[in-house]
């Protein structure tokens, strides 16, 4: 929940120091460095930098499959949101194992995104763009009244009932098509 505490690391800003602090999930911020096990659910969009897991996506496409994600081969490595994937968790993932040489297996990441800036709130916000267009145009559809309606009506049955036609008088003609007749 939005509750947990977090052991987080974070550097100074000024003096570049790393420091340990109990966070909330909710006051995770880009740059923090949490630690993860088996069970947890991943707070943040975060890059692995430690150890490697399986993982239940679940949460975020409804699939029951599970998947293994790693960290990056060499922490040099150009690091794409895009390509790299296989590196990345996303907010809302259950942690099914995790495997690492830390302490008690917990793996280390990298928070990257938080809140609405999270893949899951991104996905969220584009069904309701989705959903919010179809009531623009529900709307619009209502606006235009039963005498336009009706017209759009007719043009609709004019325009299929045309294309049917040309298909039967295609079909009527007495052309070799290439087509072998018994």
Avoid: W
Avoid at 34 to 59: A, M, Q, R, W
Avoid at 65 to 70: A, G, P, T, V
Avoid at 99 to 108: A, H, M, V
Avoid at 149 to 160: E, R
């Amino acid at each position: 929940g939005e509750n947990n505490k977090l052991k987080v690391k974070r550097k100074h800003k000024l003096t570049n120091n790393e420091f340990y602090i109990e966070i909330k999930n909710c006051d995770l911020l880009p740059g923090d460095i949490l630690y993860l096990k088996s069970n947890d659910f991943v707070p943040c969009d975060c890059l692995i930098l430690e150890g490697e897991c399986i993982v239940n996506e679940n949460s975020l496409n409804g699939s029951l499959d599970i998947f293994k994600k790693k960290s990056l081969e060499n922490n040099n490595d150009q690091f794409n949101y895009q390509i790299s994937r296989v590196n990345i968790l996303y907010h809302g993932m259950k942690i099914v194992k995790s495997i690492s040489k830390l302490k008690e297996g917990y793996i280390s990441v990298l928070c990257i995104n938080t809140g609405p800036n999270t893949y899951k709130a991104n996905q969220y916000s584009n069904i309701l763009y989705l959903f919010e267009r179809k009531v623009e145009y529900k709307k619009m559809y209502e606006m235009l009244g039963e005498g336009r309606k009706s017209v759009l009506f007719l043009i609709g049955i004019v325009f299929a009932l045309s294309i049917l036609i040309g298909l039967i008088f295609i079909f009527s003609l007495d052309v070799d098509l290439n087509f072998k007749k018994p």
